[in-house]
């Protein structure tokens, strides 16, 4: 086979990952809680994490302020959070952005929002989260019951079969809410 048809069917095989072309990040703000995950996710920053939760709100430069939470070693384990922040480098791209969280090993991490839910409250309510690499893959969800009640079969779908999460590690995973003690603030 030449060099060409190699490289095509490579880009066959591995579906390109798309962000979405528009975001109002107003209706992106506010508490998100991990409905599902790759398990890179779980092997690496969210080893033994339960109950994984993310806020976002705007700093005062603009930017994006990042606040999360888990519990670790069970869904009532002791309560861990990492702050950091988030902006949109290329407002071309407003799907793709850049986040950073204190004390990480990284300087900027690659977030990507590849397909959005619709919004009701004037909030999204799911959210596909990835990155060029598709290792790392995040559901995040405005409310964990009723994710699972009207959303869960066509994310995972979409997940699965159109984005073509479906290697072993970074394929979609639950992450349940059952059992989890709340955090103080919730609502
Ligand atoms: C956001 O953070 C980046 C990286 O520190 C910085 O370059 C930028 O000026 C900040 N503010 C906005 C509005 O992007
Ligand atoms: C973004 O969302 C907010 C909250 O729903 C809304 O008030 C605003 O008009 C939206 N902005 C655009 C440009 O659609």
């Not at 606040?67 to 949109?88: D, V």
């Not at 793709?96 to 004390?103: E, P, S």
């Not at 290697?167 to 995973?173: H, I, L, S």
């Amino acid at each position: 086979m030449n060099k060409l048809i190699i490289v095509v069917l490579l880009g066959l095989a591995s579906a390109q990952l798309q962000s979405v072309q528009t975001l109002n990040v107003t209706q992106y703000l506010g508490n998100w809680y991990e409905v599902a995950s790759s398990p890179w996710v779980h092997l690496t920053f969210e080893k033994d994490a339960y109950c994984t939760r993310a806020t976002y709100g705007v700093q005062s430069d603009g930017n994006l302020s990042v606040l999360n939470m888990e519990r670790y070693g069970s869904p009532s384990g002791e309560i861990k959070e990492i702050t950091g922040y988030a902006y949109i480098p290329n407002p071309e791209q407003p799907g793709q952005l850049k986040v950073h969280l204190d004390g990480a090993p990284f300087e900027y991490a690659d977030y990507w929002i590849v397909q959005l839910g619709p919004v009701k409250n004037e909030q999204y309510q799911w959210a596909i989260v990835s990155e060029p690499s598709k290792f790392f893959m995040w559901v995040l969800a405005r409310d964990p019951v009723e994710y699972n009640l009207l959303y869960k079969t066509q994310v995972q779908n979409t997940v699965t079969n159109t984005l073509q999460f479906d290697g072993r590690f970074n394929q979609y995973v639950a992450r349940p809410w059952t059992g989890c003690v709340p955090y103080s603030d919730s609502q």
